[in-house]
């Protein structure tokens, strides 16, 4: 142990240097909140749905969640039912077992309902595409208003992909 710790004081710790910051990332939290209020009169709600994935898209989601993004914070949370919903985040590609477990989740979403497909599996199958066991991408079984590419794309773009889906409720 001694001899490690002489190597540290020694050597000092070795590391990278951090990451330069990246002003395009960043958002501006208190006109999301306004924009989510103008659209929806309260915070966000999402249901996430896993249809058949590798999970490496909800490890993604998850990451929302984390102090770096805070989307919490933004006035965006999840919820554990569908009826408490205004919005469903969708990954993988369908699976036949999970098509009316979807669409049932989908059915109990109240008006107006926002879907994004969140992956390259959730908007185009990826690499399962349509079989005996997978319908393939999530819009060959409800209607999807964004959809968000990537194997799996970074937290920030699914968050794009759901402000996205709010402007255009908002449009439409």
């Known amino acids: 142990m001694w001899r490690i710790l002489r190597q540290i004081a020694r050597n000092g710790i070795r590391s990278e240097a951090p990451p330069a910051g990246n002003d395009a990332l960043r958002v501006d939290g208190e006109q ?5 209020l ?7 709600s999402i249901r996430e749905v896993d249809a058949g994935s590798c999970n ?20 965006i949370r999840f919820v554990a039912s569908p009826r408490h919903a205004d919005m469903l985040l969708v990954t993988g590609p ?10 049932r989740t989908y059915e109990a979403t109240p ?10 599996c959730g908007c185009d199958g990826g690499i399962f595409g349509e079989g005996y066991a997978s ?13 968000v590419p990537g194997c799996p794309p970074e937290p920030i ?11 255009r409720g908002r449009q439409g």
């Open 157 to 167: 773009e699914i968050l794009r992909g759901i402000l996205t889906a709010v402007r």
């Open 94 to 103: 369908v699976a036949r077992n999970m098509e009316l477990a979807l669409r």
């Open 32 to 36: 999301i909140q306004r924009e989510i």
């Open 38 to 44: 103008a659209i929806l009169g309260q915070a966000l």
């Open 135 to 147: 319908c393939g991408r999530v819009a060959n079984v409800i209607p999807v208003d964004v959809a």
């Open 56 to 75: 490496a898209c909800e490890l993604e989601i998850n990451a929302l969640n984390n102090p770096y993004y805070n989307i919490e914070g933004l006035g």
């Open 111 to 120: 008006a107006p309902k926002l879907v994004v497909a969140v992956g390259d």
